[in-house]
């Protein structure tokens, strides 16, 4: 699961007024994914690839940024950057734009589809997408719009999207008194800071309205976060229940930048990209 230091974390429990870390119900939340029957339905997927030639910057700019951590290469090469225009069925008339590198560890129809598993009042918080090879799955988020790297699973879509759900509310007073009369949260990574507490709850009480299979059913009884899960359910459970659950109107879309493109052979002039720093996101998860 995601790392953070003890030190980041202690500070920011001390900042919000948070009592002390609380016991990790479950080590993560791979039983969640762990069968089909866990995981929530998606909806109908309709699909159209772009041209090459014309990226959404942020898809554009992600792609060209170096990976980081001693790794100058870079997310993707432009000359493998698709950008796909994606309709669901729980929301006809706004479609998504979603982007992803040529050598994704995640099919085209497998990202749409995963994407698609979010319920759409939450799904509809993340302008855009894009979804890379790595070896190892993590993702990182901010200003609405998300990287997927490696083989994430079905649940991580559904976390990084609560991060632009949750607007502040993991810091305000109601959940910080929320968390301290409970005595356990989610997973190990819930403690790691609040919002990532509220994000993990927030999968927690989408999975458990699964008409599928409940999450109770085979985890047994989690009273023990139950007045976190109340507080969360008051401020995003109609949206998290696909049930109750509709989209709405997205901020709009990055503007698309033009790339000159040779469509005979397929190539690009490397140096007409520039290459830049890694991004430096609001939200870093590793999975």
Known sequence: MPSISKSFTSLALFVLGIEAQKR????????LDASSDRIPPSVGVQITTWAKG??????????RAQRGNGNTNVNCAIANL???????????????????????????Q????????VPPGIRSRAVHALSIQDSGPSAGSGNDRILF??????????????????????ASSTFT??????????????????????????????????????????????SCMGHQLET???????????????CFDRRPNDPNVSVAFNR???EIKASEIEVLPPVVWEFEDSF
């Open 24 to 31: 990790a119900f479950l080590a993560n939340l791979d039983s």
């Open 177 to 222: 008194n929320a968390y301290n009369q409970d005595s356990c949260v989610p997973d190990n990574y819930a403690n790691a800071s609040p919002a990532e507490d509220f994000a993990q709850l927030g999968v927690w009480i989408s999975y458990d309205t699964n008409p599928q299979t409940k999450v109770s059913s085979y985890v047994g009884d989690f």
């Open 54 to 63: 014309s990226y959404p910057q942020f898809c554009y700019d992600t792609a």
């Open 110 to 117: 497998q990202f749409a589809v995963d994407f698609g598993r």
């Open 264 to 266: 005979n052979t397929g």
């Open 82 to 108: 698709e950008v796909y225009t994606v309709t669901y069925s729980d929301c006809p008339t706004r479609p998504w734009t979603l982007c992803r590198c040529s050598d994704s560890n995640v099919s085209r």
């Open 149 to 170: 790297r490696g083989a994430v699973k079905p649940a991580v879509y559904l976390h990084e999207s609560m991060h632009s759900a949750d607007q502040g509310f993991s």
């Open 232 to 246: 969360v359910g008051l401020y995003a459970g109609e949206q998290l229940n696909k049930a109750t659950s509709q």
